[in-house]
């Protein structure tokens, strides 16, 4: 049984800033500028994303219900960076054949996208009313997308869970919301079966698990407790060096005023050391203190519960736990008897900060257990990751029954992998933060690279794997509104990352790492969570200025040179419901 160990957080970008050139400069950085689909194998799937609440807009039209995204976005719009919601976002819901239609152009074979959970179920169960509305918005889409012989990637679920069901029973972290969800799965593969043949359950679990009842971060975001904020506040020691005056205040007992300006200032210690390309995205499964401590100052926490779901709990601690298992529950409840059904898991790549010290070996091995293994141990054998069992209180993380453990075994057809970027891990014996998820692990994270060695390690470590998509991929960059769009085009670190991150990939393939697609995150310039519109992940710029209007960005002209040549064709996808249809893909190539 391993020693308790744990994770604290150490990534402003300046830590890897010479680290990152260094390699840049290095003999082992290669030229991958040649790198062309035909470098991949002849069925190789290619594809880009976006999901249902940061793109589709039109919040209040067809019918749509609200969600905890829009509940959180329009009653607290402090904790938005730039107090931004995704009530029109990039209006995916009326543009969607226009964006579709340069897909084609561009010539992507796959195009991964969300369905909405309130749109076509506003009251969150079959029972409470089927919109019709919404339906015949996904139908489309999806008709769309096989008339341009694109084939459709559907996410059932991308944070955006119904706000009634937050209401009735508190969403996930009740068990009720399994049965909900498989209703909603099942409604949804008798609509689209038909010509959907690929289907994703959950969007990043680890994530929703962590952001809401962890760092309390996204909705349904309970409030944060004295406890937390105290930690956040040790954790941020050198901008209260730098500010002196600060030190003796308690942040638990200042004015709401004084914590707004002091979220103000946060924001620009941090905005002062962000450089683009560096691929810092906290709700990646990152605990950065800056921006959680920035986010939660600008509301008055302390007192004016009415901004989250629930006053904060003696058990808080164990809630991110409980939602991570009823994540699970529901994703082997949505069984599917045609076609294929996977799980899109989030993690970033840890490499030992000392490779020679056997404390941070495990250190590193234990944080990609807590982000990767915590829901993929599960569905390959029913139970969580040792490291887990030995770190965290038993009384947190309750085990499986056998009859849960059997059905969560096994219940995935394929494997999706969200990659971003890489760290360095080093054990922390003494993290210096509240109890929870966090201290749990016992690490302190730094920073690099490591699409390669995660695909490697999955392989390596868990046995019989289905294949695997890389689901998302990709790097931001902060949104300047002084640039003009054709400036803000000019994103030649995005286009290096794609092509370093694609050889990498391909490199794993060569060494017999079952990865069958990649898809690019995102289309397009979007609602990015607690970010808003202050970051840009598109390949598409969006000119959120001017009617939404989308602009090619030199990664997107990038893909389109890369992506030209042999294309695969979509045949037999039957329009409507059809018992006939076939999910048989043509491998031969025009």
Request: charged share 25%.
């Amino acid at each position: 049984m391993e020693s308790s160990k744990s994770v604290a957080v150490l990534h402003s970008p300046a830590d890897y800033e010479d680290e990152f050139n260094e390699y840049l400069n290095s003999k082992g950085h290669h030229d991958n500028s040649h790198i062309t689909r035909n470098d991949f194998p002849p069925n190789f799937l290619f594809g880009t994303a976006t999901s249902a609440y940061q793109f589709e807009g039109g919040a209040a039209k067809g019918g749509r219900g609200p969600s905890i995204w829009d509940t959180f976005a329009l009653k607290t719009p402090g904790r938005v960076a730039d107090g931004s919601n995704g009530n029109v976002a990039t209006d995916l819901y009326a543009r969607f054949e226009e964006d579709i239609t340069m897909m084609k152009k561009m010539g992507f074979d796959a195009y991964r996208f969300s369905i909405s959970w309130p749109r076509i179920l506003p009251g969150g169960r079959c029972c409470a009313g089927v919109n019709q509305e919404g339906i015949d918005f996904y139908n489309n889409v999806i008709d769309t997308l096989i008339q341009h012989e694109i084939e459709p990637y559907v996410t059932l679920f991308h944070w955006d869970l119904p706000q009634c069901l937050q209401d009735e029973y508190d969403g996930f972290l009740s068990k009720r919301v399994v049965d909900d969800f498989r209703e909603f799965a099942e409604l949804c593969f008798w609509e689209y079966g038909d010509r959907v043949k690929n289907w994703t359950t959950l969007n990043e679990p680890t994530t929703y698990s962590i952001q809401g009842y962890a760092s309390c971060t996204f909705p349904p975001s309970q409030a944060p407790s004295p406890t937390f904020l105290t930690a956040l506040i040790s954790s941020v020691k050198d901008f209260f060096h730098d500010h002196p005056a600060l030190q003796d205040f308690d942040i638990t007992s200042i004015p709401a005023s004084f914590r707004s300006a002091l979220a103000s200032l946060l924001h620009s210690y941090s905005s002062d050391s962000y450089q683009d390309g560096t691929n810092v995205v906290a709700y990646r499964g990152v605990f950065e203190p800056k921006q959680l401590l920035s986010t939660f100052l600008y509301d008055d926490t302390r007192t004016n519960y009415s901004n989250y779901s629930l006053k904060p709990k003696p058990d808080q601690a164990k809630d991110v736990y409980i939602v991570g298992r009823n994540m699970l529950l529901a994703h082997a409840a949505a069984e599917h008897q045609e076609g294929k059904i996977g799980i899109t898991l989030v993690t970033h790549w840890l490499e030992p900060l000392n490779n020679r010290d056997p404390d941070d070996i495990k250190a590193a091995k234990r944080g990609v257990d807590f982000m990767l293994g915590w829901f993929l141990e599960p569905i390959v054998s029913g139970n969580y990751p040792q490291s887990m069992i030995d770190n965290v209180p038993p009384e947190n993380l309750a085990p499986f029954t056998k009859s849960e453990s059997e059905m969560v075994k096994g219940s995935y057809d394929f494997l999706g992998l969200n990659y971003y970027t890489a760290n360095y891990a080093s054990n922390d014996p003494d993290p210096d933060c509240a109890d929870g998820y966090f201290k749990d692990q016992h690490i302190k994270l730094h920073i690099p690279w490591g699409i390669y060695k995660l695909l490697k390690h999955t392989k390596e470590t868990y046995k019989n794997l289905p294949p695997i998509y890389i689901t998302e991929n990709g790097v931001d960059e902060r949104s300047n509104h002084k640039h003009t769009a054709q400036q803000a085009c000019d994103d030649t670190m995005r286009v290096n990352y794609y092509q370093q991150h694609l050889a990498y990939v391909r490199k794993a393939i060569d060494e017999h790492v079952d990865v069958r697609g990649f898809f690019a995150w995102s289309w397009c310039d979007n609602f990015e969570w607690t970010e808003g519109y202050s970051v840009r992940f598109g390949i598409m710029y969006v000119d959120f200025k001017n009617d939404l209007r989308r602009y090619p960005k030199k990664s997107a002209l990038w893909f389109s040179k890369f992506l030209k040549g042999k294309k695969k064709l979509i045949v037999n996808a039957k329009k409507r419901q059809n018992t006939n249809a076939t999910d048989d893909l043509d491998a031969d190539y025009n």
